[in-house]
């Protein structure tokens, strides 16, 4: 038997050298930032070689995959001439790197008696156990190289079950298995894998396990049917002409980093019928408060609302008559860095050494002045947004000040935290104190552009900005780069990074103010964009709407995923719109949407469909999606799954019912880069739209 302790030790040791080269005679310095130095352009300068021209830099890097650029004289960002680019989904064209490790060297192959033990994993403390208290089941996860084995077993109280493969990469095939535990404090297990040859590897526990050590962090349990709606609120709508700028532009001018179009918090508050109409239950609202900018990531006050976008007293009874129609309101904590003109300090720039507020940032000279390369630590280096030193007192305290002024003075259901890796843990273990300390119910959601598991363990963060998941329905949906297989499996992949519970409660998104829009990068196909919706909808998590999608808009590169609202789209006749109110009330009315588990089910590469379900104690949903050009029609055999005496299902999209054989068989008909979203008929009710009145909104 080999122990936990010794899995873990493997994957950890699984280092390689990687030589980075960039040839380029009349650069003063380059640099290399990528993901495995979250892309700090100062982390690992290279040298230059006595032929004066070649930049090298040998790093030791873990086995895995990696995106990088090139710094060129600390300012020019370049992909590798020679390396695999490609556009990472965020409107980047970035050099991918794939090192593998020496035991892949061969390719894999079941029953040729080897098992390539680089990449096994079972270890629980990065979430390959979990036990949820609430059901009394526990999930086991296991990681071998892909195509390697031909079983995995858990052997666990005499029981010897075999666990399925439910997702996993080109390196990694991930198995699972969720079990009733009797008595989850004291289990000893173990997981054994065999090639198919008689060669056989086990991972053990070793000792018995408390396994209500890994329970599942409690979340809020009002994110289970939530549906948010993120506004850019100078995007969003004009309501008020007397707060307006005079440099206001037209609402339909071309977006720009600096200009301002006018909507504000009296726009928002005009559009609560039209909120409540398309069925969302909450608004994450870009940041509001005082600062130079027109997205509000620069402040000056953080207990001020913006004048341009209105007054405390404006923004107070704005969230409460939204939570009058049940729709709660997070707000955008921008804690890593400040304006210029922020107090504390603009106190630094006017008295230098002998400010009282110097421990408040991180000063490397004097005098105290915004440029190029500035005189402290700013975000990404831009000199507007100094980088505030959250391992001060005095600061610290402030944010906490800040977080009790806005429970006092208005109806808040969480906090959106910018950049929020960037932050030391333990400030946001004061910081969660605080939250929570008002509400247990206050929602945390941090922002971090991969794997989030480090900060969602009960101690930090609720939920996380779900970027994986959305990069899986972009490559497969919209863009089209992965098959069918990749599709689900990246799907299981962003789910099993966590807990059932967090996994559940993970804000996803097709569009956000920092990417381009969904349906650009769809080349503006109404078709793969309404797919993509449906995805989002189908899978765990909170669905949120990037303002205008519903209505169809697009968008390029920041800041022209920052349009003016088309107001004008919002009309019966267009069918985004109908399909993401459908989709939205469906949610809303299946258990199995809104806390069921996902099983694949379904991928045939060559025809280019895929499904799996959703399942939550006996009911069900079913999504299903067809990428190809032509109308498709599989067959499904759900008889496993445990449902209730369903004879048929309701497709969302269609309205059509979906009639089981009576071997527990769904024959599906699939139209051309279209997709369905089936959920019990008892549940149909809830996803009929009404048609009474040729706008939806209120006007």
Not at 16 to 22: D, K, N, S
Not at 445 to 451: A, F, L, M, Q, S
Not at 666 to 673: C, E, G, N, S
Request: net charge neutral; hydrophobic share 40%.
């Amino acid at each position: 038997m080999t122990s936990l302790l010794l899995t873990i030790a493997l994957a950890q040791n699984n280092l390689t050298a990687h030589e980075f080269v960039y040839m380029d005679a009349s650069a003063k310095s380059v640099s290399v930032a990528g993901t495995f130095n979250n892309w700090n352009k100062d982390a690992d300068p290279m040298r230059l070689s006595s032929d004066g021209k070649s930049w090298t830099l040998t790093k030791q890097l873990s086995v895995g995959k990696y995106q990088y650029k090139f710094v060129i004289n600390g300012q020019t960002w370049v992909p590798d001439p020679k390396g695999d680019n490609k556009d990472d989904g965020y409107g980047n064209i970035n050099s991918y790197l794939n090192l593998l490790p020496a035991d892949f060297s061969a390719p894999a192959k079941r029953g040729d008696g080897v098992i390539a033990k680089s990449v096994l994993r079972h270890d629980v403390k990065s979430g390959d156990l979990v036990f949820d208290s609430e059901l009394g089941t526990a999930r086991f996860l296991a990681r071998t190289r892909k195509g390697d084995v031909k079983t995995v077993e858990l052997r666990l109280g005499g029981q010897v079950l075999p666990m399925h493969r439910v997702g996993g990469d080109d390196r990694v095939d991930i198995y699972a298995l969720t079990v009733k535990v009797d008595n989850p404090k004291s289990v000893e297990y173990s997981i054994r894998l065999d090639d198919g040859a008689g060669s056989s590897f086990a991972m053990s526990s070793g000792t018995p396990v408390d396994m209500t050590q890994f329970s599942e962090p409690e979340i809020p349990a009002w994110t289970r049917s939530a549906v948010y709606y993120q506004i850019f609120p100078d995007r969003f709508s004009n309501g008020s002409k007397a707060n307006d700028p005079a440099s206001v532009e037209s609402w339909n001018a071309n977006p720009t980093y600096s200009n301002i179009l006018g909507g504000d918090l009296a726009g928002v508050s005009q559009r609560i019928d039209y909120l409540a109409i398309l069925g969302v239950t909450g608004i994450y609202f870009n940041p509001i408060f005082k600062g130079p900018s027109n997205h509000g990531y620069e402040t000056t006050d953080f207990m001020q609302i913006e004048p341009r976008l209105g007054t405390n007293a404006e923004f107070s009874q704005l969230t409460k008559d939204l939570k009058a129609r049940g729709i709660g309101v997070v707000l955008d904590g921008v804690f890593n860095h400040t304006s210029v003109d922020f107090a504390p300090f603009k106190e630094i720039r006017e008295k230098g050494k002998d400010a009282k507020t110097l421990d408040w940032y991180t000063i490397k000279s004097f005098p105290v002045v915004p440029k190029a390369d500035p005189p402290y630590l700013a975000w990404a280096n831009y000199a507007s947004m100094p980088k505030l030193n959250l391992e001060n007192q005095a600061t610290k305290q402030y944010i906490f000040d800040v977080v009790e002024f806005w429970d006092k003075n208005a109806e808040i259901a969480g906090w959106r935290l910018d950049v929020a890796n960037e932050i030391p843990m333990p400030f946001w273990r004061e910081f969660r104190k605080h939250v929570k300390g008002a509400s247990p119910d206050r929602w945390i959601i941090g922002e971090n552009w991969t794997d989030s598991s480090q900060w969602l363990k009960g101690d930090q963060w609720d939920s996380a900005m779900n970027y994986p998941l959305r990069g899986a329905i972009l490559n497969h949906v919209a863009m089209g780069t992965t098959t069918s297989t990749q599709f689900l499996d990246e799907l299981m992949a962003s789910y099993l990074m966590y807990g059932p519970r967090v996994s559940g409660n993970m804000l996803n998104s097709l569009s956000t103010h920092d990417v381009p829009r969904f349906k650009n990068f769809a080349k503006d196909s109404d078709a793969l964009n309404h797919m993509g919706a449906v995805a989002l909808f189908a899978w765990p998590g909170v669905p949120c709407i990037y303002y205008g999608d519903e209505l169809g808009m697009t968008g390029g590169v920041d800041p022209d995923n920052r349009r003016g609202m088309r107001w004008d789209l919002n009309t019966s006749e267009n069918k985004t719109l109908t399909l993401y109110q459908k989709l939205i009330k469906a949610r809303k009315g299946s258990v199995a949407l809104q806390s069921g588990e996902p099983i694949p089910l379904f991928a045939d590469d060559k025809k280019q469909v895929s499904a799996f379900a959703r399942v939550a104690s006996a009911d069900v949903a079913i999504a299903c999606f067809n990428r190809s050009n032509q109308a498709q029609t599989i067959e499904l055999d759900l008889s496993g799954l445990k449902m209730a005496s369903t004879k048929s299902l309701v497709d969302v999209v269609s309205g059509k019912e979906l009639v089981f054989s009576g071997d527990g068989r769904l024959r599906l008909h699939v139209p051309a880069q279209s997709a369905l979203l089936a959920i019990s008929s008892t549940n149909s009710e809830p996803f009929q739209v009404q048609r009474n009145q040729k706008h939806l909104v209120i006007q």
